[in-house]
């Protein structure tokens, strides 16, 4: 059985519709160690985001089935993928379309042509903000991740619903793995 205290290996989804756009962003996030998965539509990031669990999405704006915008309302109505930092990387360089962007929650927003180098510096930095250190807020034991700011659970890739007394117990038992816990010092946490 397989033991971590925490996924130590950021996840980044990266959404556009051009093949060598997203062939260079993921190969270049992956050079960085990176755990990366690509989508080159709206509603196949969407899907993405509730499978993969990204800590970060670089979101292109014109995509063929939703514009990136469109995706970024369906994630906060809809609540895909707790409170995802989005970055927005996109041809589209209008003042009115980066306020709107930056209105509807993104995080950042970098205009094509880009730098590699400049595309790296701020994924490393909005994931820094959003995770400190690195310490990431996802306890995983064996096939059970826990989320800890959005408090998610899954089993393998299958979302469990748990009560907030149910989430406090787990997330104490993940916490002490491997060790012997009494009665009352759970009843102490929980």
Do not use: C, W
Request: hydrophobic share 40%.
């Amino acid at each position: 059985m397989t033991t971590t205290a925490t996924d130590s290996t950021p996840r980044v989804l990266v959404v556009d519709d051009e093949r060598s756009i997203t062939d260079l962003v993921s190969m270049a996030l992956r050079y960085e160690g990176l755990q990366v998965e690509v989508a080159n539509a709206g509603r196949q990031a969407l899907d993405s985001i509730s499978r993969f669990r990204p800590q970060l999405v670089v979101l292109d704006v014109m995509l063929p089935d939703l514009t990136g915008f469109e995706v970024l309302e369906r994630m906060t109505r809809d609540g895909i993928g707790g409170r995802v930092p989005v970055l927005f990387l996109t041809a589209r360089d209008t003042l009115d379309d980066k306020l709107r962007g930056f209105t509807l929650g993104g995080d950042d927003y970098m205009t094509k042509p880009f730098s590699v180098e400049e595309l790296i510096v701020r994924v490393r930095a909005i994931l820094r903000r959003v995770h400190g250190d690195g310490h990431s807020s996802r306890l995983v034991v064996a096939d059970l991740e826990l989320d800890e700011e959005s408090h998610e659970v899954y089993r393998g890739e299958v979302p469990v619903e748990l009560t907030p007394t149910e989430f406090k117990l787990l997330h104490y038992l993940m916490l002490n793995t491997g060790r012997v816990v009494s009665k009352s010092q759970i009843l102490d946490r929980v």
